[in-house]
């Protein structure tokens, strides 16, 4: 079955990185998008953008230029974002999510990773 | 970007009563919306792709329609389970964009 298992929640600095995990499994990896999606506390869902594991193509919401970047390994079938210059406002749940192309929806979605901006 | 306006917010409702979520874009999205459900624990899934289409093993009390610019959700006879956040997103034009949610709650 498939299965996307995301990192455990991160506490990090103001200013620093933060890279989170989603490791894939029960389905081919480099056939599908996986996108990233995030959730503020108590607010609604604000889409970051995709990668294509397969040749590694991303695409990435403008709002998200220069804050996140999307990378995938291929052979731990694993995407991976990581956030720079980290502020109070990345403070947040991140999900991972597979976009199924054939009928275009995110039909698996990671159990989501708690990243705690703070110092 | 689209902007998608979800209503209500929160609802309150009753087992067996028959609910309706609404969805409007800013612009009209081509019946290229779907919804997820989000449980108090975190975890999403999908219910309705392309307006009206059931996920699979999503119960068919839930139904979706809409055209142009303006989308429903409908539960037609709520169950303990169906009791949790709600989410429109569109997919017809980058970037993809959700409703802000509508909290289905126990009256």
């Known amino acids: 079955q498939v299965q996307l298992q995301q990192s455990g929640a991160e506490l990090v600095k103001p200013g620093s990185s933060v890279k989170i995990s989603c490791k894939a499994s029960g389905y081919t990896f480099t056939s599908y998008d996986m996108h990233w999606i995030k959730q503020q506390p108590g607010n609604g869902l604000e889409w970051i953008g995709w990668i294509y594991p397969g040749n590694g193509n991303t695409k990435y919401n403008q709002k998200f230029n220069g804050k996140a970047t999307l990378t995938a390994d291929k052979s731990s079938s694993t995407a991976y974002m990581q956030l720079s210059s980290l502020t109070s406002e990345d403070s947040a749940v991140y999900f991972c999510a597979r976009w199924i192309l054939q009928w275009d929806y995110f039909d698996y979605w990671g159990q989501g990773v708690m990243v705690t901006v703070s110092s | ?107």
């Open chain 2, 1 to 107: 970007d689209i902007q998608m306006t979800q209503t209500p917010s929160s609802m309150p409702a009753s087992l067996g009563e028959r609910v309706t979520i609404s969805c409007r874009a800013s612009q009209g999205i081509s019946n290229y919306l779907n919804w997820y459900q989000q449980k108090p624990d975190g975890t999403i899934k999908p219910l309705i792709y392309y307006t009206s289409n059931l996920q699979s093993g999503v119960p068919s009390r839930f139904s979706g329609s809409g055209s142009g610019t303006d989308y429903s959700l409908t539960i037609s006879s709520l169950e303990p389970e169906d009791f949790a956040m709600y989410y429109c997103q569109q997919y017809d034009s980058s970037p993809l964009t959700f409703g802000s949610g509508t909290k289905l709650e126990i009256k």
